[in-house]
């Protein structure tokens, strides 16, 4: 964070052009006038320098910053007047206590043109069973994804064939096929392609049982420039970027006393693995600690040609879900764990 602050200032400088640079050479503490033309002039001082080119820069391109809040961790630098002005809330200093870091929070009808801006569950007062959207507008026109990481969010378990019928999270705005998720969203996170010159994002919570009225939800909504290297590839609904990590299905579950399909009808996604220099391939392995139903799909795993799960490339696991449970309800949908394995 330091190191970008101080090139920000540098580039304030060079755009701000002489005047700026006429102020240079003052110590702090320094008497605070100087000669110009002959005249005597007050002089901002170095302390005042900074704070006035943070104010120009917090406007020109936001940075982010590690808040105080174990909840809403990633924050935006501003002024502390900014951070007011955006509805934020301070958190913790940054900038070298030049600015406040900024936590950005929206609940239902909000909408935000920030980066990182937290979705969360309206006040109980002001609750009703009804959609809750948050309109998300692009930061800039070099926007191409935004990447949803859902810190909470239980809806409603699907009916007997997986579908969403009661809860459902949703978003549009984007390019389509995003696949519409109920149940335990928790720890999940989704990346969703936008046409950098295309409208706002809804991105939606809808609710039809009673009891999900007082759930509580913290979804991230982070944007992603078009060049940027978090970029997923093309076709990835998740992307992993570790060496090795666990991977689950959207409201995976592996509790034997569960006999509901925990598995989610209609899905059609892919989840890609980043890989590691020097690293050739992937093993998958059923997360044990998920217990014995850690993967109960429909197919047996078996019947998967072994050629096809050895070291395909980009490394990626497709889920494809249809929405007929008949005869099948216990599927609970799968968790697995990979590893990725250095060229030999
Ligand atoms: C977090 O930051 C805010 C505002 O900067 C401050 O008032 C609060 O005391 C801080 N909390 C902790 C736990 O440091
Ligand atoms: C938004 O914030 C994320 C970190 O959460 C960062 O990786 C990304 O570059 C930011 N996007 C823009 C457009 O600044
Ligand atoms: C669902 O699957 C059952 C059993 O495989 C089959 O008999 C039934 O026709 C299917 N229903 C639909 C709507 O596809």
Same mark, same amino acid.
């Given at each position: 964070?330091g190191?970008? +602050?101080? +090139?920000?200032v540098?580039?304030?400088?060079?755009? !701000?052009?002489?005047?700026a640079?006429?102020?240079i /050479?003052? /110590?702090? @503490?320094?008497?605070?006038?100087?000669k110009?033309?002959? /005249?005597?002039?007050?002089v901002?001082?170095?302390?005042?320098?900074?704070?006035?080119?943070?104010?120009?820069?917090a406007q020109?391109?936001?940075?982010?910053?590690?808040?105080?809040s174990?909840v809403?961790?990633t @924050?935006?630098?501003?002024?502390s007047?900014?951070?007011?002005?955006?509805?934020?809330?301070?958190?913790?200093?940054?900038?070298?206590g030049?600015g406040?870091?900024?936590?950005?929070?929206?609940?239902?009808?909000?909408?935000?043109?920030l980066?990182?801006?937290?979705?969360?569950e309206?006040?109980?007062?002001?609750?009703?069973?009804?959609?809750?959207?948050?309109?998300v507008?692009?930061v800039?026109?070099n926007?191409c994804?935004?990447?949803?990481?859902?810190?909470?969010?239980?809806?409603s378990q699907?009916?007997?064939? !997986?579908?969403?019928?009661?809860?459902?999270?949703?978003?549009?705005?984007g390019?389509?096929?995003?696949?519409?998720?109920?149940?335990?969203?928790? !720890?999940?996170?989704?990346?969703?392609?936008?046409d950098?010159?295309?409208?706002?994002v809804k991105i939606t919570?809808?609710?039809?049982?009673?009891?999900?009225?007082?759930?509580?939800?913290?979804i991230q909504?982070?944007?992603?420039?078009?060049?940027? /290297?978090?970029?997923?590839?093309?076709g990835?609904?998740?992307?992993y970027?570790?060496?090795?990590?666990?991977?689950?299905?959207?409201?995976?579950?592996?509790?034997?006393?569960?006999?509901d399909?925990?598995?989610? &009808?209609?899905?059609?996604?892919g989840?890609?693995?980043?890989?590691a220099?020097?690293?050739?391939?992937?093993?998958w392995?059923?997360?044990?600690?998920? @217990?014995?139903y850690?993967?109960?799909m429909?197919?047996?795993? &078996?019947?998967?040609?072994?050629?096809?799960?050895?070291s395909?490339?980009?490394?990626a696991?497709?889920?494809?879900?249809?929405?007929?449970?008949?005869?099948?309800?216990?599927?609970? !949908?799968?968790?697995?764990?990979?590893r990725?394995?250095?060229?030999?």
């Amino acid at each position: 964070m330091g190191a970008s +602050w101080w +090139w920000a200032v540098v580039w304030v400088v060079v755009v !701000g052009g002489a005047a700026a640079m006429s102020v240079i /050479e003052k /110590e702090e @503490g320094q008497e605070l006038r100087e000669k110009r033309d002959g /005249e005597d002039v007050e002089v901002e001082s170095e302390s005042d320098r900074q704070k006035r080119l943070f104010l120009i820069f917090a406007q020109v391109q936001p940075l982010q910053c590690t808040t105080n809040s174990t909840v809403y961790k990633t @924050g935006t630098c501003f002024t502390s007047k900014n951070c007011k002005s955006q509805g934020g809330l301070a958190s913790g200093s940054c900038a070298s206590g030049l600015g406040v870091c900024c936590i950005i929070s929206r609940t239902c009808n909000g909408d935000t043109s920030l980066n990182n801006t937290y979705f969360t569950e309206p006040d109980l007062t002001s609750n009703t069973l009804d959609g809750c959207t948050l309109t998300v507008n692009r930061v800039n026109d070099n926007i191409c994804q935004i990447r949803l990481d859902f810190h909470l969010l239980d809806l409603s378990q699907p009916d007997s064939n !997986g579908r969403c019928v009661y809860d459902v999270f949703s978003v549009s705005g984007g390019m389509p096929h995003l696949p519409k998720v109920c149940g335990t969203v928790t !720890g999940q996170h989704m990346y969703y392609d936008l046409d950098p010159q295309g409208g706002a994002v809804k991105i939606t919570v809808d609710r039809s049982v009673v009891a999900s009225l007082t759930t509580a939800w913290n979804i991230q909504v982070a944007q992603i420039a078009c060049d940027s /290297e978090y970029r997923a590839p093309v076709g990835c609904l998740q992307y992993y970027t570790e060496h090795s990590n666990i991977i689950s299905s959207f409201n995976f579950d592996g509790a034997a006393t569960d006999t509901d399909t925990r598995q989610l &009808a209609d899905m059609d996604y892919g989840v890609c693995i980043r890989r590691a220099d020097n690293y050739c391939s992937v093993a998958w392995v059923a997360y044990a600690l998920a @217990g014995q139903y850690s993967f109960s799909m429909t197919e047996n795993a &078996a019947v998967v040609d072994s050629s096809l799960i050895a070291s395909a490339r980009p490394f990626a696991l497709y889920v494809k879900t249809d929405s007929n449970e008949t005869m099948d309800k216990g599927n609970r !949908g799968f968790s697995l764990t990979y590893r990725q394995l250095p060229c030999f």
